[in-house]
């Protein structure tokens, strides 16, 4: 008889994570991201991602940035993309629209933020995605985050 018929196969998923992503979302350390395919203005874009479950991009840290940048250089259908971060409230003082926290890790351009009624944040082509304040009507790319409910066996 055949040796390999003979044989037991054991795979294990030890180690191996799943994710839960809406389709059309990308899955990154415990997150899903949707690069909007249209240009909307800041408010419509968190609209537009609330509808999906989501909320504009919340950057928490020089990993998920550096994710996102490396993601927009390849994508590259627009030059300015919205993120979830604004001043609108007060000036000077940027929070989170999806938890009104305060922004712990800032990825800005130099000179950036220089406000003049600039309260939205965008990470910008022109300063190769370092983030600038803009003004929040104008139509642009967007990119949505929602937690992933991944998982991981072993």
């Known amino acids: ?10 795979i294990t998923l030890a180690g191996c994570r799943a994710t839960n992503c809406p389709d059309n979302f990308l899955a990154f350390h ?12 800041f408010y419509e874009a968190e609209h537009y991602c609330n509808q999906h479950g989501a909320h504009l991009v919340h950057v928490n840290s020089a990993i998920e940035d550096d994710f996102l940048k490396e993601h927009l250089r390849r ?23 999806d938890d009104n926290t305060p922004a712990q890790y800032t990825g800005w351009h130099p000179g950036q933020p220089d406000g003049g009624g600039e309260d939205c944040v965008v990470f910008s082509t022109s300063w190769d995605f370092q983030w600038g304040d803009y003004g929040c009507t104008h139509t642009e790319g967007f990119i949505c985050e929602t937690e992933s409910g991944e998982e991981v066996f072993g």
């Open 1 to 10: 008889m055949n040796s390999f018929f003979g044989s037991l196969v054991v």
């Open 30 to 41: 415990g997150s899903c991201y949707l690069f909007g395919d249209t240009k909307l203005s």
């Open 75 to 97: 994508l590259k259908p627009f030059d300015v993309w919205w993120m979830g971060l604004t001043d609108e409230v007060a000036e000077g003082h940027y929070v989170w629209t």
